[in-house]
């Protein structure tokens, strides 16, 4: 799915996840300078938005597993934006950055994937590359709460969605691998408490009547 996610994303999202992502980097502060990283940042897609406020004296590490994401996520690597660009093929749970070394730490729409093993890994890892009193902020597809919203847009990400992705790309399978992470990740709730247990101070945001949800906080000085 990788070579055709961006495209059909926002076109089955009506433009919601370019919202969302917006939504994620406005959480929180990022002052001038600051040491950013982005995981599982797919194709780049938060780094327009987190480089302004960054400027040329900060730095963003955008970092993903997936060679394809990666290499579409190089298209920002050439100066183009307002702060240096630097991404990384890697494993968002066990990467290779320095201990406390960076400022903010981001994330969109990489949660529903991983199990709850996996998402404790990741609070770790979150605790372990931020600097005392560094922030995050996390987005993620949800099931909404409303059983009258609820039943439209699960019925919209199981059925409608593959359709889509067969009409635009002649290949659904992959596309209906989304239906099924977000209906078993649910929201961010459990992920929040993975991230409180690990150390950070963490609560739960929700978009658009809980169509996604986020998590933000900080890790504390003393932790």
Not at 186 to 191: D, L, S, T
């Amino acid at each position: 799915m990788a070579g055709t996610y961006g495209f059909v994303n926002m076109v089955t999202s009506f433009g919601f996840s370019r919202r969302w992502r917006h939504r994620c980097v406005a959480e929180i502060e990022i002052p001038k300078s600051s040491q950013v990283v982005d995981l599982m940042t797919g194709m780049g897609e938060l780094c327009p938005s987190v480089a302004p406020r960054v400027g040329d004296r900060g730095n963003l590490i955008a970092i993903d597993i997936s060679p394809v994401m990666c290499q579409r996520a190089k298209r920002y690597e050439n100066g183009n934006l307002a702060c240096p660009v630097q991404v990384l093929q890697a494993d968002a749970l066990e990467s290779d950055l320095p201990t406390a070394s960076a400022d903010v730490v981001l994330s969109s729409f990489g949660l529903k994937t991983f199990s709850a093993e996996q998402i404790e890994k990741l609070a770790e890892e979150v605790h372990r590359i931020l600097k005392p009193n560094g922030c995050f902020s996390f987005v993620e597809i949800s099931v909404p709460p409303s059983r009258w919203l609820r039943a439209p847009y699960m019925f919209y990400l199981k059925k409608i969605i593959p359709i889509l992705g067969w009409l635009f790309m002649g290949s659904p399978d992959n596309y209906r691998l989304l239906g099924i992470y977000t209906n078993l990740f649910r929201n961010c709730e459990e992920a929040c408490r993975a991230f409180q247990t690990a150390g950070l101070h963490a609560e739960t945001q929700s978009y658009f009547f809980g169509c996604a949800t986020g998590i933000v906080g900080h890790r504390p000085a003393s932790s």
